[in-house]
Nanobody, 114 residues
Framework: QVQLVESGGGLVQAGGSLRLSCAAS????????MGWYRRAPGKQRELVAM???????NYADSVKGRFTISRDNAKNTIYLQMDSLKPEDTGVYYC????????WGQGTQVTVSS
């Protein structure tokens, strides 16, 4: 089993920044790609960014140039640096990891005020 714990959400004004962290524990050696999804109010969950074990990132078009995903394999932790935040970035952000099975964190709320 793998456990994912997110931290770093909060309330920020438009144009501001937040940094999310997700720490993995348990059978972390099985993990391959890790990333972030979000669910905005009234919308389906969507992919925000993903990073492979080797560090190759992928981003949703809506966050390219504003968000940066990174990974520290020694700490079993991924990060999402979110800059130039917009009100439409508001939502619950979920950490995700895959290693044969899919694993999800409990989610952290990000609210961007206009």
């Amino acid at each position: 089993q793998v456990q994912l714990v997110e931290s770093g959400g909060g309330l920020v004004q438009a144009g501001g920044s937040l940094r999310l962290s997700c720490a993995a524990s348990g059978r972390v050696f099985i993990l391959n790609s890790m990333g972030w999804y979000r669910r905005a109010p009234g919308k389906q969950r969507e992919l925000v960014a993903m990073i492979t074990r080797g560090g190759s990132p992928n981003y949703a078009d809506s966050v390219k140039g504003r968000f940066t995903i990174s990974r520290d394999n020694a700490k079993n932790t991924i990060y999402l640096q979110m800059d130039s935040l917009k009100p439409e970035d508001t939502g619950v952000y979920y950490c995700y990891a895959t290693g044969g099975l899919d694993y999800w964190g409990q989610g952290t709320q990000v609210t961007v005020s206009s």
